[in-house]
Structure formats: C-alpha cells, structure tokens
C-alpha cells in the first residue's frame, strides 16, 4: 500500500513543485482513506524518487530512496532542496513514491521504491555466454550475479543497449508465483514490488526490443495473471535510454475492488500548462485543496512524456 506521484512539468515555478511535492508528503503522513481499509492511516516505511531534468538541454537523472518515513525531518530538508534546485530548470520528468509495507515484507532503503531495474537489448553474446557458463558451473539455473556479468559482457563488447526503469508501484502482485517466473528459490530478500520491477526486465529481454508499447502488454500480462482479486495494479515508471531519450509510463487497473478500496487505489490526473501531473486519490484531494484541479484518470496503461497517449 503506497503514495505515487508521476509528474512532468515544462519550466516548473518554484511554489507549484511546492504544491505538488508537499501534497504528495501530506497524503503520506495521514490518509484516511488508507484507515478506511486497514489499520493503518500512514506511507511511512521508506520513500523515494526518481526524476530527470533538463537545463538548457543537457539531461541529469537524479535517483535516491530512503529506509525512513517522509514525516522525518530529514525528509523535509531532501524534498526543499528538490523544490529548490527542480525549480531552477527547464523540464522536469519524474516518480516520487512512499510505502506502506505489507505484514511479512523486507524494510529499509533497499525495499523502498523506486527500484532501478536495468534491461540490456541486443547482443546474442550475452546468451551465449550464460549457456557456456551454466554448463561450466553445472548448474540448472545462473544465478543472478552470473546473469549481471553476462550483461555486463555484452554491453563492453558493443552488441547492447542498457534501459533503466525506474519502477513504483502500489498495490499487490503475487510474490511466490513471480519468484517462480524469475527463478528466485527464496523470496525473504525480495518485496513483491522488486520482483515485479525485475519481472519486467526479463519479458523485455526476451523480446529483445524495448518499447513502450511491448511494456504495457507485459503489465496486461501480470494484471491478468500475477495480480490478485481485490486489489490494484498501479504502476509508475521513469524509463531512461543513453544518452538522452526518457519517458514516463504510467498502469492503473484495478481487479474486483470494494467502493473503499476502489477509493483508495484510484489515481488522478491534473494538467498544469503543458504539464500533467498522475497521482493517488488522496494526493489529489490535497491538490485540490490547494486550487489544482483534478479528475480521475481512466484506468489502462499510458504514457505520460513525451506525450500524452493512452497504450492499453
């Protein structure tokens, strides 16, 4: 259970990131819609962002998350000075997410979204080599520090191309039959959330392309089979390809939810300018308190930047 805000604004004034990113906090710290359907009335398990911005054309990509909740002082200081220096650009594109964890997953920073999942496109070496290593080592499966070094090969020899994906999400994936897919043998290490993001990584390895389109038939593919009744598939991601392209895609799809629950994973949709703003239901009523209009935004995949474009 999380707080998700996907942005992109052109020329960003300093008071509405201000609006945006304090909106985003405030939800996190109180949501009673949240209460309505658990015990809980906060996101206050860890939080992260990522976000690429632009300066007179040159690209920088800003990446971090944090074990603690986004109440902490700390915390406040990290979101003034985002304000303060995305305030000073001239494109802003970007993920901030904060995490309720559910019973029985891992804590700390490293559980905190957004994850970075790299996929490498291209080179048949790479596949090459994990055969001949995983024969050499007798094993069934290369575990995932051998796939790393393979990935690792192909990309010096120049046969591939490296994507981040930076990836949040809100809701419930199926942790065990996910681990199956990845053959991972232990899941105490791994969030349901961090499997998703390496889930996705994998199917777009073995198509051998990345698109945004390819990605959200992969997200149709787990809403169908990885997503559970009565929760949501809420996804938000920052996809970056060197040395410049970057987009940001966006899921919602809900399976069989309660009016509370229906309430709580809903996302909206504001438009600022040329910018738009996606965020959870209840970052966009303290939007609206603060004079931004919102709506609900219909549920599917969509790409948010470099254009707005409903892909499923």
């Known amino acids: 259970m999380c707080r998700i805000t996907a942005l992109y604004l052109r020329n960003p004034a300093h008071e509405v990131l201000a609006k945006i990113f304090e909106a985003h906090r405030d939800a996190s710290i109180d949501d009673p819609k949240l209460a309505a359907i658990s015990s809980r009335r906060s996101h206050l398990d860890g939080w992260g962002y990522a976000i690429a911005s632009r300066r007179k054309g040159a690209l920088s990509i800003s990446f971090s998350k944090y074990g603690w909740g986004i109440d902490t002082e700390c915390s406040s200081r990290v979101l003034e000075i985002l304000v303060e220096r995305l305030s000073k650009v001239d494109e802003v594109v970007g993920v901030l997410h904060s995490r309720a964890a559910s019973p029985g997953q891992p804590l700390g920073d490293v559980a905190a979204h957004p994850y970075h999942v790299t996929v490498v496109i291209g080179g048949e070496q790479r596949r090459v080599l994990e055969d001949a290593w995983s024969s050499w080592l007798g094993l069934k499966h290369l575990e995932e ?6 990935r690792i090969e192909s990309y010096i020899r120049g046969e591939a191309q490296v994507v981040h994906l930076f990836v949040a999400h809100n809701g419930s994936v199926d942790r065990e039959a996910l681990a199956k897919a ?32 390819l990605l959200a038939s992969i997200l149709g593919e787990v809403f169908d089979s990885y997503t559970p009744s009565g929760t949501a598939l809420n996804v938000a991601m920052l996809a970056y390809r060197p040395p410049s392209d970057v987009e940001l895609l966006l899921c919602t799809r809900l399976k069989n939810v309660s009016d509370a629950k229906r309430e709580y994973y809903r996302m909206v949709v504001a438009r600022l300018g040329e910018g738009i703003v996606v965020a959870s239901s209840t970052v966009g009523d303290l939007l609206e308190k603060k004079g931004v209009r919102v709506e609900d935004l219909e549920e599917g995949v969509w790409r948010l930047y470099p254009e707005v474009e409903k892909l499923r």
Do not use: W
């Not at 520090?145 to 393979?150: E, Q, R, W």
């Not at 991972?184 to 389109?213: G, P, Q």
């Open 145 to 150: 520090a051998m796939v790393l070094l393979t």
């Open 182 to 213: 990845l053959r991972i043998k232990s899941v105490a290490m791994y969030t349901d959330s961090h499997l998703l993001a390496l889930y996705l990584a994998k199917k777009l390895e073995e198509e051998n392309r990345f698109d945004a389109k």
